[in-house]
T-cell receptor, first 113, second 116 residues
Framework: DAKTTQPTSMDCAEGRAANLPCNHS???????VYWYRQIHSQGPQYIIH???NNETNEMASLIITEDRKSSTLILPHATLRDTAVYYC??????????????FGKGTRLSVIA | GAVVSQHPSRVICKSGTSVKIECRSL??????MFWYRQFPKQSLMLMAT?????????EQGVEKDKFLINHASLTLSTLTVTSAHPEDSSFYIC????????????FGQGTRLTVV
């Protein structure tokens, strides 16, 4: 799975959009970009994933550059409960379900009132 | 989405005793589950892959005789920390993935183990 680079930490004002970047310059053609987050003392939570088109769900939007070497997770209206560590993971989805996720250090997002 | 339930959420035990942590997939069958460990201010580290009906696969540096994994059914995996020591105090998290086209991973709530 390709390596990803994320900023160590970010701050965001409550109610504003939080834009979390991720670089994955070595991504290969069949690798997807996944985002998870971990709120303090909880297990990680799936947010969104995509291949090359922008994706949106009830939690967030995922913007992937045309060359697919980077992406941005957008939380449109951040709340205090969005304070968490956000992990960007690049991998090939495997339906067999027998390959684990490998976590990097992620970005610690602090939403400030 | 799919739900993975982990129990207990917190446990305190005395040094030298054993602790069992359960991980259940509530609404799907998981032939494979994963166990992670997380120390304060660090990322999740994969400990082992739990396979239903066969032996677990351990990551390098993880003692299989200390961290016993049993995958008794398609919905239950257990991790037993044997002869626990204070340095085993950590946050233990299990994970499972759905079947078919569902490629997301789902995680348990985690278990905070404190060995005193």
């Amino acid at each position: 799975d390709a390596k990803t680079t994320q900023p160590t930490s970010m701050d965001c004002a409550e109610g504003r959009a939080a834009n979390l970047p991720c670089n994955h310059s070595t991504i290969s053609g069949n690798e997807y970009v996944y985002w998870y987050r971990q709120i303090h003392s909880q297990g990680p939570q799936y947010i969104i994933h995509g291949l090359k088109n922008n994706e949106t769900n009830e939690m967030a939007s995922l913007i992937i550059t045309e060359d697919r070497k980077s992406s941005t997770l957008i939380l449109p209206h951040a709340t205090l409960r969005d304070t968490a560590v956000y992990y960007c993971i690049v991998r090939v989805p495997r339906n067999s379900g027998n390959t684990p996720l490998v976590f990097g250090k992620g970005t610690r997002l602090s939403v400030i009132a | 989405g799919a739900v993975v339930s982990q129990h207990p959420s917190r446990v305190i035990c005395k040094s030298g005793t054993s602790v069992k942590i359960e991980c259940r997939s509530l609404d799907f069958q998981a032939t494979t589950m994963f166990w992670y460990r997380q120390f304060p201010k660090q990322s999740l580290m994969l400990m082992a892959t739990s396979n239903e009906g066969s032996k677990a696969t351990y990551e390098q540096g993880v003692e299989k005789d200390k961290f016993l994994i049993n995958h008794a059914s398609l919905t239950l995996s257990t991790l037993t920390v044997t002869s626990a020591h204070p340095e085993d105090s950590s946050f233990y998290i299990c994970s499972a993935r759905g079947q078919g086209g569902n490629t997301e991973a789902f995680f348990g709530q985690g278990t905070r183990l404190t060995v005193v």
